[in-house]
């Protein structure tokens, strides 16, 4: 990777937000830093291990999944390029993963040691803020999925779901990413539920269903 290019991956971080690529290039002029890549498949950490990097998504894809006490593994996110990888533990007392973390194509990740990034957002007060920000943010989505799983009905989740997936792809029209099971277990549902609740929908005229495509045809009635 050229340092052109790595210029142009570090600006999709949130930590070099409000920097220009001689901005971000200056700031890690003092710090050590270098890049690693994984194969396909690779398992970047396990559950349990301690986070000893700051790292930074370049190219890529991470997948984190949470296994259940009966063995079976919940697909809790995905890092994409700019993406930190697990910052709230950087710098935490008890750093262990909650979740263990494997590579969905090949990637590279810009690998900092956490004093190098502490010396950044020491340095940088727009890093330092950027830095908070990502923070605060985590804590928002923690709270936000929080409520949806526990307080939540599953004609509810399924409605959240779609929403933000057609948010996310810009139209009514969402292409779903995972499996009928793989979503059920996300939230901790069974998957006969979920396709019950998704039947109802269709039968009321509020979405139709083809497959892994889903239409969203009135999106007053599937938000109430």
Avoid at 42 to 52: I, K, Q, R, W
Avoid at 179 to 200: H, N, T
Wanted: contains cysteine; glycine residues 6%.
């Amino acid at each position: 990777m050229s340092s052109e290019q790595l210029m142009e991956a570090l600006a999709k971080c949130p930590l070099f937000a409000g920097l220009s690529p001689a901005g971000i290039a200056f700031a890690l002029g003092g710090v050590d830093y270098k890049l690693v890549r994984f194969a396909r498949h690779d398992v970047y950490a396990l559950a349990g291990m301690p986070c000893e990097w700051a790292d930074i998504v370049l190219t890529g894809t991470l997948v984190c999944r949470m296994s259940s006490v009966s063995g079976k593994q919940i697909e809790v996110s995905r890092l994409r390029p700019g993406n930190l990888v697990a910052p709230a533990f950087v710098f935490a007392k008890d750093n262990a993963m909650p979740v263990s973390v494997e590579t969905d194509s090949e990637v590279t990740v810009l690998r900092l040691r956490p004093a190098d990034l502490q010396r950044l957002i020491d340095v940088d007060e727009t890093l330092r803020m950027n830095f908070i920000r990502i923070l605060s943010n985590i804590d928002v989505f923690l709270t936000r999925k929080m409520r949806v799983l526990s307080l939540f009905t599953i004609r509810e989740k399924v409605a959240c779901l779609l929403l933000e997936t057609a948010g996310e792809q810009g139209g009514d029209t969402i292409h779903l990413r995972h499996s009928r099971q793989a979503i059920a277990d996300s939230f901790g549902i069974q998957k006969f539920s979920l396709l019950r609740v998704l039947a109802d929908l269709e039968k009321e005229g509020v979405i139709l269903v083809k497959g892994k495509e889903i239409r969203i045809l009135d999106r007053k009635r599937l938000s109430l």
